[in-house]
């Protein structure tokens, strides 16, 4: 089974930006904001089975 396509462009960004994430000016909250916590959204959609509409709504709600 293949990565769902947004997971794949995160791999591929991580990848690409590899070096500065693993410099010293590169923190953790920063990480966290840009991978962790978006993952973190995406399986709680998939979880409560949402659909691109009530994904909107939500994030316009944050």
């Known amino acids: 089974m293949a990565a769902p396509k947004k ?3 995160l ?4 990848i ?3 070096d ?3 410099s010293g000016g ?3 909250a920063q990480v966290r904001q840009e ?3 978006r993952q973190i959204d995406k399986l ?3 979880l409560y089975h949402l659909i691109e ?3 909107k709504i939500v994030k316009e709600g944050t």
């Open 7 to 9: 997971i794949a462009e």
């Open 11 to 14: 791999v591929k960004r991580f």
């Open 16 to 18: 690409r930006n590899r």
């Open 20 to 22: 500065a994430y693993l």
């Open 26 to 28: 590169y923190n953790e």
């Open 35 to 37: 991978f962790i916590q």
């Open 44 to 46: 709680v959609y998939k």
């Open 53 to 55: 509409e009530e994904i």
